[in-house]
């Protein structure tokens, strides 16, 4: 890419985006039809977010795969010491492209079913989707903390805005949980800052901190990621959130805001607190455990479909962390391997709930019934995302959860029984829902004359479903790219 910022490019595209559509509406007033305005603004920004997705494959291009460190790495100097400064590694590399992947997804899902406020809505997403990479590129502490925490204001917007009945509460509590978690990492940060005398993440990195100080960083670390990732338990604002959520905002909930949880224990838990990660290694199995084994347990009692995959959710961020404190190299590419996937599969799921609720504006299990008779479609894509969902071989959900245990099994035989256990319990919740939902007699007046998908729902399933099935047969896509990466998080640990 020669001297071309191609990182700035790709995580400010979509701001310069929402501040055209912003410049464009206010420049034309209230002037012709509103509901047409909202559906240019939304194309607008599909866009960009389009544009987006096109950039970061230009970035996949330039990224050289056995390249050790961080790669096209852009530092500007801020203030006081600061830098602006971003780079990639193999794990971020992915999150962007899975970041700028379900944006637009999201977006072209929200034709027809958001019609109020379209063009603040699309604002909202875009400028979410900028805070997310910077999230994932960000080689600065207090830069990572700006697009962290700013990152909470467009998704509080989506869910108070354009959420259900219970908006308000949700979005509140989603709000107050993972400020009160960052803060105590926003302290860290400052004491990391006197300490070290840099805010600069890979020098950090290799910066040795005394083990006594490195357990207080490391709780205040957790506090933030286990909220974001969540952890049991301090999980109970995802169901919520989720709910309430229109549905393209539980696909970016899901698929991309968890995985910050899971980035910041390989980014900053293990290789700048590797005494502590260790010592508190039987509090992430034990804690990962009961998430798996609960969370299964709450997701096959839901009545709502929405709230079962949200827990279904909880339960596989347990496998992420199991994963990550394995110290394994296998655990670890299982880890990153399973936010991948899990990105592509919980968004889908959500996008299918979002297809019937969209056309019978219910979500209770209860409502459906017999879904295969009428659209046989929509039940060959929901059976197949359901199976991965379950880890069926051939499917990447299965990858990543064979992997995370093997390594698990490695570090602790009881920790990977558990999480064998869930498996059962996952296959138990989601083949009930799809029963439920899919097969048996139609008995709700409302489905008899549903219709089948349509070409734009297709157009928002299909390239997930294609990932999805891709990663299950070809993992090593995943595993060439992140490997750099593992090993350098496990550097520290292992003494290596």
Same mark, same amino acid.
């Given at each position: 890419m020669g001297n071309f910022?191609?990182?700035?490019?790709?995580?400010?595209?979509?701001?310069?985006?929402?501040?055209?559509?912003?410049?464009?509406?206010?420049?034309?007033?209230?002037?012709?039809?509103?509901?047409?305005?909202?559906?240019?603004?939304?194309?607008?920004?599909?866009?960009f977010s389009a544009a987006t997705f096109l950039a970061s494959l230009v970035m996949l291009v330039s990224f050289e795969v056995d390249a050790p460190g961080y790669q096209l790495v852009e530092e500007v100097s801020w203030f006081?010491?600061?830098?602006?400064?971003?780079?990639?590694?193999?794990?971020?590399?992915?999150?962007?492209?899975? &970041?700028? +992947?379900?944006?637009?997804?999201?977006?072209?899902?929200?034709? #027809? *079913? $958001?019609?109020?406020?379209?063009?603040?809505?699309?604002?909202?997403?875009?400028?979410?989707?900028?805070?997310?990479?910077?999230?994932?590129?960000?080689?600065?502490?207090?830069?990572?903390?700006?697009?962290?925490?700013?990152?909470?204001?467009?998704?509080?917007?989506?869910?108070?805005?354009?959420?259900?009945?219970?908006?308000?509460?949700?979005?509140?509590?989603?709000?107050?949980?993972?400020?009160?978690?960052?803060?105590?990492?926003l302290a860290a940060i400052v004491f990391m800052y006197m300490q070290a005398g840099t805010s600069d993440i890979t020098q950090l990195a290799n910066y040795a901190f005394a083990p006594e100080v490195q357990t207080w960083l490391w709780l205040a670390f957790f506090a933030s990621?286990?909220?974001?990732?969540?952890?049991?338990?301090?999980? &109970?604002? +995802?169901?919520?959130?989720?709910?309430?959520?229109?549905?393209? #905002? *539980? $696909?970016?909930?899901?698929?991309?805001?968890?995985?910050?949880?899971?980035?910041?224990?390989?980014?900053?838990?293990?290789?700048?607190?590797?005494?502590?990660?260790?010592?508190?290694?039987?509090?992430?199995?034990?804690?990962?455990?009961?998430?798996?084994?609960?969370?299964?347990?709450?997701?096959?009692?839901?009545?709502?479909?929405?709230?079962?995959?949200?827990?279904?959710?909880?339960?596989?961020?347990?496998?992420?962390?199991?994963?990550?404190?394995s110290f394994t190299e296998v655990g670890v590419q299982g880890a990153i391997f399973q936010m991948i996937s899990h990105g592509l599969i919980s968004g889908a799921l959500f996008l299918i709930v979002g297809v019937v609720y969209d056309r019978t504006h219910t979500r209770e299990i209860a409502a459906y019934g017999g879904l295969v008779n009428k659209m046989p479609v929509y039940a060959a894509i929901f059976m197949l995302f359901s199976m991965a969902n379950v880890g069926l071989p051939g499917t990447s959900g299965f990858v990543g959860e064979i992997l995370t245990m093997t390594g698990t099994f490695q570090a602790s035989t009881w920790a990977a029984a558990g999480a064998a256990l869930g498996v059962i319990f996952s296959a138990v919740y989601m083949l009930t829902l799809y029963r439920r939902t899919v097969f048996g007699e139609v008995t709700n007046p409302a489905l008899e004359t549903i219709q089948d998908v349509t070409l734009k729902e297709l157009i928002t399933l299909v390239p997930l479903l294609i990932g999805t099935v891709l990663l299950g047969i070809m993992p090593n896509i995943i595993f060439d790219v992140t490997r750099e990466t593992s090993l350098r998080a496990l550097q520290m640990i292992t003494g290596g």
């Amino acid at each position: 890419m020669g001297n071309f910022p191609i990182l700035t490019a790709v995580t400010f595209l979509p701001l310069a985006g929402a501040l055209l559509i912003m410049l464009v509406q206010t420049a034309t007033g209230k002037s012709g039809d509103d509901a047409e305005r909202g559906r240019q603004s939304l194309m607008a920004g599909l866009i960009f977010s389009a544009a987006t997705f096109l950039a970061s494959l230009v970035m996949l291009v330039s990224f050289e795969v056995d390249a050790p460190g961080y790669q096209l790495v852009e530092e500007v100097s801020w203030f006081a010491g600061v830098q602006y400064k971003l780079g990639i590694d193999g794990m971020s590399l992915l999150l962007i492209l899975l &970041t700028t +992947l379900l944006t637009p997804i999201s977006l072209i899902a929200s034709f #027809g *079913s $958001v019609k109020e406020r379209v063009t603040e809505y699309t604002i909202a997403f875009l400028v979410l989707e900028t805070f997310m990479i910077g999230v994932f590129c960000a080689l600065d502490m207090v830069l990572f903390y700006v697009f962290f925490e700013a990152g909470l204001i467009p998704m509080f917007i989506i869910i108070g805005v354009w959420g259900g009945a219970e908006r308000i509460y949700a979005s509140f509590k989603f709000f107050l949980y993972t400020l009160l978690g960052s803060l105590f990492m926003l302290a860290a940060i400052v004491f990391m800052y006197m300490q070290a005398g840099t805010s600069d993440i890979t020098q950090l990195a290799n910066y040795a901190f005394a083990p006594e100080v490195q357990t207080w960083l490391w709780l205040a670390f957790f506090a933030s990621f286990a909220v974001k990732l969540p952890m049991w338990p301090v999980h &109970t604002w +995802l169901p919520d959130a989720h709910v309430q959520a229109p549905t393209a #905002g *539980s $696909v970016i909930l899901a698929g991309i805001l968890l995985k910050m949880g899971g980035y910041g224990f390989l980014r900053f838990s293990l290789p700048m607190f590797p005494d502590a990660s260790q010592f508190f290694q039987p509090m992430m199995f034990a804690l990962s455990v009961i998430a798996i084994v609960y969370a299964s347990l709450v997701a096959f009692r839901q009545t709502d479909m929405k709230k079962l995959i949200a827990y279904s959710s909880v339960a596989h961020m347990g496998f992420v962390t199991l994963g990550i404190f394995s110290f394994t190299e296998v655990g670890v590419q299982g880890a990153i391997f399973q936010m991948i996937s899990h990105g592509l599969i919980s968004g889908a799921l959500f996008l299918i709930v979002g297809v019937v609720y969209d056309r019978t504006h219910t979500r209770e299990i209860a409502a459906y019934g017999g879904l295969v008779n009428k659209m046989p479609v929509y039940a060959a894509i929901f059976m197949l995302f359901s199976m991965a969902n379950v880890g069926l071989p051939g499917t990447s959900g299965f990858v990543g959860e064979i992997l995370t245990m093997t390594g698990t099994f490695q570090a602790s035989t009881w920790a990977a029984a558990g999480a064998a256990l869930g498996v059962i319990f996952s296959a138990v919740y989601m083949l009930t829902l799809y029963r439920r939902t899919v097969f048996g007699e139609v008995t709700n007046p409302a489905l008899e004359t549903i219709q089948d998908v349509t070409l734009k729902e297709l157009i928002t399933l299909v390239p997930l479903l294609i990932g999805t099935v891709l990663l299950g047969i070809m993992p090593n896509i995943i595993f060439d790219v992140t490997r750099e990466t593992s090993l350098r998080a496990l550097q520290m640990i292992t003494g290596g």
